[in-house]
């Protein structure tokens, strides 16, 4: 089994930052890659970026691409997700999950709140 554990979310204002963490443990190295994901009340969870444990690819939604930067420190097992020049529209339930190889994101977290205050 693998564990993701988020942590960093918060209240902020517009034009403001945080950074999010996901940190795994358990049997991380059955792991290709972490992935974020969002959702808002009343709206489905999207995703937001993800990463490759080796190589470091990233790739992210539109929605947040200029803004949001995804990256991983393989030593601590963590993958952070650095948010910048927030928007209302940014807030909701942030989760992570890790998959295996190409499967689907098997293994999610509880989430952790952002609120963009305008």
């Known amino acids: 089994q693998v564990q993701v554990a988020e942590s960093g979310g918060g209240l902020v204002q517009a034009g403001g930052s945080l950074r999010l963490s996901c940190a795994a443990s358990g049997r991380t190295f059955v792991t290709s890659g972490i992935g974020w994901f969002r959702q808002a009340p009343g709206k489905e969870r999207e995703f937001v970026a993800a990463?490759?444990?080796?190589?470091?690819?990233?790739n992210y939604a539109d929605s947040v691409k200029g803004r949001f930067t995804i990256s991983r420190d393989n030593a601590k097992a963590t993958v952070y997700l650095q948010m910048n020049s927030l928007k209302p529209e940014d807030t909701a339930n942030y989760y992570c999950?890790?998959?295996?190889?190409?499967?689907?994101?098997?293994?999610w977290g509880q989430g952790t709140q952002v609120t963009v205050s305008s």
């Open positions: 999950a890790a998959r295996v190889a190409t499967g689907p994101y098997a293994y």
């Open positions: 990463i490759t444990w080796s190589g470091g690819i990233a």
